[in-house]
């Protein structure tokens, strides 16, 4: 099974818009991907949908608490060196590093300009709907 490590970005915009984000989350409640997430993920997605968005809290259980479901959850081992400028970036390769993701799946300049952790491969939303395109079995 492909496993994907998203940003917070791709989570936010997946439950709010539809498009690419959305797509991949689809993938992952199809069972074509299973996610690989983080508390540090998980806990940041929290406060940016109670504090910035104002989301509900009780929505905001019910997502994280389906994304538990469709997740593998790590605990991330710090990585050595300095990795990316914002910290931010850092726990999610660190979280795709330990839980052995194919893919970070992120909107976020600075992530996207790195390509590839070791053997991770860091993608666009768009760049993963074309890859699970065409892995998507021909009826």
Excluded: W
Excluded at 70 to 78: A, H, N, W
């Amino acid at each position: 099974m492909i496993r994907v490590t998203p940003d917070t970005n791709v989570l936010i915009s997946a439950l709010f818009y539809y498009g690419n984000e959305r797509a991949v989350l689809e993938a992952a409640v199809e069972g074509r991907l299973q996610f690989v997430l983080s508390m540090e993920i998980i806990d940041e997605l929290i406060r940016v949908l109670e504090k910035k968005f104002k989301v509900d809290p009780e929505l905001t259980r019910d997502y994280v608490l389906r994304l538990n479901e469709l997740s593998d959850i790590v605990t991330p081992r710090k990585l050595p060196g300095k990795l990316v400028r914002d910290r931010e970036d850092a726990k999610v390769i660190e979280c795709a590093h330990s839980g052995h993701s194919d893919y970070i799946v992120s909107g976020d300049r600075d992530l996207l300009s790195l390509k590839r952790y070791q053997q991770t491969r860091i993608l666009s939303p768009r760049e993963l709907v074309k890859i699970l395109r065409h892995e998507r079995p021909s009826a």
